[in-house]
């Protein structure tokens, strides 16, 4: 034994390095390994919301789809003279009369019947003279008696206007089969009188397809509404039941516009997206089992075995692997210092062993996207710049101070007094609501106060030649829109509407329904014709366009609204030459938050 580690002694250093190379393998092999395994979950967690928000949108557009589908059946059906006479006159006693108002209804509706074959739906009519009708009687779904009788006709009568979806459950033979309906109140267009039902059903089994081909194993897609029940989902056990949690998730990202959410739900660390879908007052939420999706993605025993095989091969030619592995080490570990100091452009050679190269690529692929979300995030500044910009141009146009100045002064020599008064008011009362209130917005009631001081200016200036009428839906006065909105549209009517007439009337509509608020300029003017308004439209044409009193033309005010409210909103405008220039502005329905006086 003696004899033995005097032996030992002449390898020192050779026992030294080996016990040092050896660790430093080791440590560089899990380093590495346990790094690739953290940035691949932080990529997949920053890439996932984009590549999902895509899916999402395609799963969207199938629904939107068949909600087009339906809503053409509906029109159809409404507008069918045939079924209003077979459901509002009652039964005769004679055959003939009889069989041929059943066989005109049975027509039309096969005709309507095929708008939605490619869906495999059934439509079904109850008339309020209890003549029915089910033309998906050959298939599992309920009939139009047992439609009638549910809940769900008592729920689309009170909101006849729309077409609303439902879960029905008892369908089939067992009674346990799930079907959706989209039910609609059929009634007079003039009168709206009710005189009938409409409903288009839809197996569930049907309806996953929309979506269906998205999910694979732990990544669910389920369809919610807005009482918290579960309408549609691959996990069948989950149709039918209510849930408060998964609505509420869903809302919160809504609201808030979240890409992506982290939840805890069912026991599980789940990633949620979700988009409401208007047409159907659903939510669409996907969820992805968290840690099943990592552990598809990136497979540990794997990545363990390769690391303990580098190690042996390291072990037999240790030298030149590990000089190799610290030199490409050395360097990655340099260049990604670098970042610190905002230098997202510092991209890795890759180079050196297996690990080092996937780890080189990884973090090239994470500048990538780092570099592509500062270029979204300045583009979004940008815009919101802009919106500031056409804030900010919202100002009074200096000629328009003067000429009301100058008719109050023409006033108080014609010793109108009081109409100067008056006069003033009107300029005073404007001004605070234009210059000192930096509010970018402003209640109905405060817009038309505005709008009636600037006419009474106007009427002042130039005669009472053109009539202003105001018809505003009692209610709509405490919801939000932009500060001179409207207003614009009322000057662009004073002053170009009326060239070649010498009098006339503007109407300012403001009404609203459910989710819209609905604002009007009507005028009885020369009009346009639809190559000058969609020049006025054109913003490459804007010098061309015509300038309105807030000195933003009508694409600004159309960019206004879309910017602050979304694509779904904005200006339209219809004109004819001779007959008049109709203005219709689409804004959110916002109620004004109550503010302490100052």
């Known amino acids: 034994m003696k004899a033995f580690f005097e032996r030992l002694k002449f390898h020192g250093l050779f026992i030294k390095m080996f016990a040092v190379m050896f660790i430093s393998i080791i440590a560089i092999a899990v380093s590495v390994a346990w790094t690739n395994l953290r940035m691949t979950e932080q990529l997949f967690l920053e890439t996932f919301s984009i590549t999902n928000s895509k899916v999402m949108n395609q799963v969207k557009s199938n629904f939107e789809s068949f909600h087009y589908s339906n809503v053409l059946a509906a029109i159809t059906a409404q507008q069918s003279g045939t079924l209003k006479t077979f459901l509002t006159e009652q039964g005769s006693d004679r055959a003939i009369p009889e069989m041929n108002a059943y066989y005109g209804m049975t027509q039309q509706m096969r005709k309507i019947q095929s708008t939605v074959d490619a869906y495999s739906a059934g439509i079904a009519i109850v008339g309020k003279n209890g003549r029915n009708y089910s033309g998906n009687s050959y298939l599992t779904k309920p009939n139009a008696r047992e439609l009638y009788a549910n809940s769900l006709t008592k729920e689309a009568e009170a909101s006849p206007g729309k077409l609303m979806y439902h879960l029905y459950e008892g369908a089939g033979e067992d009674g346990s089969k799930p079907v959706i309906v989209a039910t609609k109140v059929l009634q007079e267009t003039t009168t709206g ?26 990544n669910d897609v389920v369809i919610i509404d807005g009482s918290g029940t579960v309408m549609s989902s691959n996990h069948s056990s989950l149709i039918g039941t209510e849930n408060a949690q998964l609505l509420s998730y869903a809302q919160e990202i809504q609201e808030q516009g979240l890409h992506v959410k982290k939840v805890r739900l069912m026991g599980k660390d789940e990633l949620m997206l979700a988009q409401y ?7 669409l939420v996907n969820m992805i089992d968290q840690q099943q999706v990592l552990g598809q993605m990136v497979n540990t025993k794997s990545i363990v075995l390769l690391v303990l095989v580098i190690v042996l091969v390291a072990l037999v030619i240790v030298f030149l692997i590990s000089r190799k592995m610290t030199r490409s080490l050395t360097l990655l570990s340099r260049q990604m210092s670098k970042v610190t100091s905002r230098n997202f452009h510092n991209y890795v ?6 690990e080092i190269r996937q780890l080189g690529e990884a973090y090239n692929y994470m500048l990538d996207e780092v570099n592509d979300y500062v270029a979204r995030l300045v583009h979004t500044q940008q815009e919101q710049r802009k919106a500031e910009l056409a804030a900010l141009q919202q100002q009074i146009n200096p000629h328009f101070l003067y000429n009301t100045l100058a008719s109050v002064k023409f006033l108080v020599q014609q010793d109108s007094k009081d109409k100067a008064v008056d006069t003033i008011h009107a300029l005073i009362s404007l001004l605070q609501n234009t210059i000192s209130n930096v509010s970018e917005t402003i209640t109905v009631d405060q817009e038309l106060v505005n709008m009636r001081h600037y006419v009474l200016i106007n009427h002042v200036r130039y005669g009472e030649r053109i009539r202003v009428s105001y018809f505003v839906t009692p209610g709509c006065g405490r919801y939000q829109v932009p500060k001179l909105m409207i207003q614009p549209f009322i000057e662009n009517a004073f002053f170009h509407a009326f060239n070649e007439k010498e009098e006339g009337f503007i109407h300012v509509l403001i009404s609203c329904d459910a989710r819209q608020l609905i604002c009007e300029v009507v005028d009885n003017g020369d009009g346009m014709d639809m190559l000058q308004l969609e020049q006025a439209k054109d913003k490459r044409n804007r010098k061309q366009s015509r300038q309105l009193f807030s000195g933003i033309g009508v694409a600004n005010v159309h960019d206004r609204i879309r910017l602050l409210y979304g694509e779904d909103y904005g200006v339209t405008i219809t004109s004819e030459k001779g007959e008049g220039t109709r203005v219709k502005i689409t804004l959110p329905l916002i109620e004004a938050m109550e503010q302490q006086p100052s």
């Open 193 to 218: 009188q009710e005189y009938g039902m409409l409903y288009i059903t839809i197996d569930e089994n049907d309806f996953k397809p929309f979506y269906s081909s998205f999910t694979s194993e732990g």
């Open 349 to 354: 050679n890759v180079s050196g062993g297996y």
């Open 277 to 283: 879908l208007p047409s159907y007052n659903f939510y």
